[in-house]
């Protein structure tokens, strides 16, 4: 898809409740998805969490959901590392997707521990464990993993003293 297309696209899904703007944005969240470039993927993911609309959220999941080319995988998970978004974290795990070793190393590390792949993380070499030991210092990070409480599970309070 071209630059101008894209563009286009990306105009589209901006906020309206019309229901010529609805059309416009659902049938923009089709034609991105059918794209599957890294460029479409990362339109998909900013809608996917940042969009009130909820039925336009789902669609965009849904268009994530039917990727297929690495880099775009790579993109959604780069976008998840850096905003943690719990969708977007969601769909990782529903579709087990790690970045690829093409990523940044943090990225990498952090959705693997996101899918519970460990033991993709005790095949890696020096590079992960170098994300891993920066990892460390980063409760977000740990909070990836989905056997900790940052899974989904609410904090529990802290007691008072």
């Known amino acids: 898809m071209g630059v101008r297309h894209l563009e ?37 993911a ?13 669609l965009a999941v849904q268009g994530l959901a039917r990727l297929r080319r690495l880099e775009a995988v790579d993109v959604v998970c780069a976008l998840w590392a850096e905003s943690r978004h719990p969708l977007l974290g969601a769909l990782l795990r529903q579709q087990n997707w790690a970045a690829s070793s093409q990523a940044l190393p943090t990225v990498r590390l952090l959705t693997l521990l996101n899918c519970g792949r460990l033991a993709e993380l005790n095949q890696s070499g020096p590079e992960l464990a170098m994300a891993l030991v920066s990892a460390c210092g980063d409760t977000s990070a740990i909070d990836c993993y989905p056997g900790t409480r940052g899974a989904g599970a609410p904090a529990s309070p802290r007691p008072a003293r």
């Open 8 to 44: 286009a696209r990306r105009k589209s899904l901006g906020g309206g409740s019309l229901p010529l703007t609805r059309f416009r944005q659902r049938q923009a969240v089709a034609e991105l998805a059918a794209d599957g470039s890294p460029e479409a993927a990362a339109l998909l």
């Open 46 to 58: 900013d809608t996917a969490a940042h969009t009130p609309d909820r039925e336009l959220q789902f």
